[in-house]
C-alpha cells in the first residue's frame, strides 16, 4: 500500500504540514490552503475571512521580519541585500512552516521559522489609536492575529525561531459544533 492510500489514523483529527521558503509568492497559496479547510470546517464566511488573514499575517511577518538580518525580506534595499548575503550564505534554513490540525470543533495553524525570534521583531500595536500614533508604517499584523483568532500562543525554539500557535473554535468556545448557528 502506497503512503496515500493508507488508511486515516484513528480519531477525528486531520493533521496537514506544509513548508515552502519565506517569499511573498507562497502567501497566497497558504491564504487559499486556509480558507478551504476553513469552508470544509463549516465557519461562516466572517470567520473565514478572519482565519485567512490572521494566517496571511502570520506568514508575511515572516517573510518581513524572521530572516530579515540574513538579508531576506521584501522591506530591505538591494544594497542591504548585498551586504548580508554572505550571512545568508551560511544560515541554513530560511523557511516558513505551517501546520495545520482538524479537531471537530477547531481549526489550529501552527506557523514555524528558524529565524531570529519574536524577542528580537519590531512590537506590534495594541490598538488601532495607537496605530495611528505611530503614522501607520507597521505594527497591525499581530492586533489582527490576537483579535481574529480565539487562541494565540509564540514559543521560542531554543532562543532562535518562533512558534506561533493560532486556534479558531467553531462557534463559541465551549459550545458544541451542533449548538453553533
Known amino acids: 500500500m502506497s503512503r496515500t492510500d493508507q488508511p486515516a489514523p484513528c480519531g477525528d483529527v486531520v493533521e496537514l504540514e506544509l513548508r515552502c521558503p519565506s517569499d511573498t509568492r507562497m502567501l497566497a497559496p497558504v ?5 478551504t479547510l476553513a469552508r ?13 488573514m490572521a494566517v496571511d499575517e502570520a506568514c508575511a511577518n515572516v517573510v518581513r521580519h524572521a530572516y530579515r538580518h540574513l538579508g531576506i525580506s521584501p522591506d530591505l534595499t538591494d544594497k542591504e541585500k548585498e551586504v548580508l548575503a554572505a550571512e545568508r550564505a551560511s544560515a541554513g534554513d530560511c523557511t516558513i512552516g ?13 506557523v514555524i521559522d528558524n529565524g531570529i525570534g519574536i524577542d528580537n521583531t519590531p512590537p506590534g500595536v495594541s490598538g488601532i489609536d495607537e496605530f495611528v500614533e ?9 492586533l489582527i492575529i490576537r483579535n481574529f483568532m480565539d487562541e494565540v500562543r509564540y514559543d521560542q525554539q531554543d532562543g532562535q525561531g518562533t512558534i506561533l500557535t493560532m486556534t479558531k473554535y467553531l462557534g463559541i468556545p465551549g459550545e458544541s459544533p451542533s449548538q453553533s448557528v
Open 31 to 35: 491564504r487559499a490552503m486556509a480558507t
Open 134 to 142: 505611530r503614522g501607520g508604517g507597521g505594527g497591525l499584523g499581530l
Open 40 to 52: 470544509q470546517q463549516g465557519f461562516s464566511a466572517e470567520q473565514i475571512d478572519q482565519i485567512e
Open 98 to 110: 505551517i501546520r495545520m490540525s482538524l479537531g471537530e470543533d477547531r481549526l489550529v495553524f501552527q
